[in-house]
């Protein structure tokens, strides 16, 4: 089949890829680099983006303008089927009247796989997807998480360098969901291929993937490790996006050295480090915030503001607290459960943090996520 060694996987460059239809531009200037044996996910909303950029590296749509390159060679005019890519839909699209066995081998016929080898292959890959026996089922005796696994097999059954995958979980239950996002990640560990995974579930990214570009308005806004989307978000999309975040925002000043805004009467600080936005967007994580009863239990030299409380939720391993900054809009903060406290609904509170935390973005308006 493949004339690489196993655990190998191949490069894939989309350059200023462009896809614009007569109303809308679906895919405007999106460069990525993808690694070979790589597991990337394209993260975004709906509408995004994400499927047509899968469908372009897939050959299954025509570039308007910018180019494809799979393992360093250029591949906008050959075909899908010619590509040696491996594709799963979010509809598993496997046929009716075939069993697994033959939905399986279709692949394999194509590309004129003897008949002894064929059986030998479809045993494997059953194997691997956990359907081991299932042979000559046909797909109405499976169920929606099997009949997927059947897909997965089918699409990999050629031994691809890359395997495109749209949405494959999206049809599944959450339980079947998250059981085959671990299968997946497994069969990649496994197989060492490329990956490029769809989703617009940030928590499958984070679970899958070894890089994540995330979508927006069909732009990239970042590229990056979930570390990298989580700790350095380098826009607010970014960071409203991947998990949760509290967001100040307000003008700016700097002497070069420390940045301070004034927050409603409240001045928060930090350090500057080149290029600090006039108006600016300081983004806290959860956990990188307390909650305090009264300014005196605040440590000495913190940033902090006043808060209502809306909620005080205990998880069990800690608290959860939402609440009213401000501004009018809220944040999110989660302590250890030892640092919880018995404040409740309406309770006025402060919320403080020291300085060496949040990122401090410049305030462009949101984009609708809808
Ligand atoms: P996502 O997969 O992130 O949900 P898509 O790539 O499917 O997003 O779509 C991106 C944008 O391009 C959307 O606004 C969508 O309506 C538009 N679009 C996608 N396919 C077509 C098409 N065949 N004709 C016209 N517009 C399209
Ligand atoms: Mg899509």
Known sequence: ?????????????????????????????????????????????????????????????????????????????????????????????????????????????????????????????????????????????????????????????????????????GALDKNLREKLQLEIKRIHQEVGRTFVFVTHDQEEALILSDRIAIFNNGRIEQVGTSSDLYERPESLFVARFMGESTVFKSAVSSNGTDWSMDFHGTTIHGAASGGTPSSGALVLRPEQMRVAESESEVPLGSTMVPVKIIQNIYLGS?????????????????????????????????????????????????VSTT
């Open 1 to 169: 089949m493949s004339n690489q060694e196993p655990g190998t996987g191949i490069s894939i460059d989309v350059r200023n890829a462009t896809k614009r239809y007569e109303k809308s531009v679906a895919v405007d200037d999106v460069s990525l680099s993808i690694k070979p044996g790589e597991f990337i996910t394209l993260l975004g909303p709906s509408g995004s983006g994400k499927t047509t950029t899968l469908n372009l590296i897939a050959g299954f749509t025509d570039l308007s303008s910018g180019s494809i390159e799979i393992d360093g060679r250029r591949v906008d005019n050959v075909p899908a089927h010619k590509r040696g890519l491996g594709v799963v839909f979010q509809h598993y699209a496997l046929f009716p009247h075939m069993n697994v066995a033959e939905n399986i081998a279709f692949p394999l016929r194509q590309r004129k796989i003897p008949k002894e080898a064929q059986a030998r292959m479809i045993g494997e890959i059953l194997e691997t997807v956990g359907l081991a026996g299932y042979q000559d089922r046909y797909p109405k005796e499976l169920s929606g998480g099997q009949q997927q696994r059947v897909a997965f097999a089918r699409a990999m059954v050629f031994d691809p360098m890359a395997l495109l995958m749209d949405e494959p979980l």
């Open 318 to 366: 800690g608290h959860k607290y939402e609440l009213l900054l401000p501004d009018g809009t809220t944040g999110i903060v989660r302590t250890p459960r030892e640092r919880g406290t018995s404040l409740r609904p309406g309770d006025n509170a402060w919320v403080h943090w020291n300085a060496e935390h949040g990122v401090l973005l410049n305030d462009h308006d949101l």
